[in-house]
T-cell receptor
Framework: GDSVTQMEGPVTLSEEAFLTINCTYT??????LFWYVQYPGEGLQLLLK?????DKGSNKGFEATYRKETTSFHLEKGSVQVSDSAVYFC???????????FGTGTRLQVFP | NAGVTQTPKFQVLKTGQSMTLQCAQD?????MSWYRQDPGMGLRLIHY???????DQGEVPNGYNVSRSTTEDFPLRLLSAAPSQTSVYFC??????????FGSGTRLTVV
């Protein structure tokens, strides 16, 4: 079945460092891909999405490109802030059933 | 615009008790889902609905029931609570072609 694999955390960075969180997927067909963010004590918020190959999703300085050839959707940000500290989830939307399948999440900790 | 509202925020149950987690959305979204979040396992789909009157099972449906009598409401029922159901539960909704909007969660402890 469809699945999402994320790099294990925590990822610990200093403020203004470059961020990459790796995400790869396995799916039949052509899923949509998402990054969600969860701040402490809160629900998940959609960060960005891409619906087809080579699409780039972007929001709040974060970017991710849908790479069909490598089945990847890596999250990047050029300069992280302390306020970016959260858990980040990669997910795909199953094309046939529209179910959202999540990775296990990656905790990001940014220190001043 | 309230978005997705979940109640209660916290609940403690004894083994064997039943209860209903409430979820309501005011965005006229067709799709609604229930997830549970456990440490190291991400979010796992319990049940989902593609519209009023239509529900289907997700990855971990055992021990839970749902119904979708209206577009707005999608309650999750625990029939006989077990310690393995201790988790944080999230309800989510979306319109066709859009990303999901999540509620703030219900933290459930079964003792």
């Amino acid at each position: 079945g469809d699945s999402v694999t994320q790099m294990e955390g925590p990822v610990t960075l200093s403020e203004e460092a470059f961020l990459t969180i790796n995400c790869t997927y396995t799916a039949t067909g052509y899923p949509s891909l998402f990054w969600y963010v969860q701040y402490p004590g809160e629900g998940l918020q959609l960060l960005l999405k891409a619906t087809k190959a080579d699409d780039k999703g972007s929001n709040k300085g974060f970017e991710a490109t849908y790479r069909k050839e490598t089945t990847s959707f890596h999250l990047e940000k050029g300069s992280v802030q302390v306020s970016d500290s959260a858990v980040y989830f990669c997910a795909l939307s199953d094309q046939g059933t529209d179910k959202l399948i999540f990775g296990t999440g990656t905790r990001l900790q940014v220190f001043p | 615009n309230a978005g997705v509202t979940q109640t209660p925020k916290f609940q403690v149950l004894k083994t064997g008790q039943s209860m209903t987690l409430q979820c309501a959305q005011d965005m006229n979204h067709e799709y609604m889902s229930w997830y549970r979040q456990d440490p190291g396992m991400g979010l796992r789909l319990i049940h989902y609905s593609v519209g009023a009157g239509i529900t289907d099972q997700g990855e971990v449906p055992n021990g839970y029931n749902v119904s979708r009598s209206t577009t707005e409401d999608f309650p999750l029922r625990l029939l006989s609570a077990a310690p393995s159901q201790t988790s944080v539960y999230f309800c989510a909704s979306r319109k066709t072609g859009a990303g999901y909007t999540f509620g703030s969660g219900t933290r459930l402890t079964v003792v």
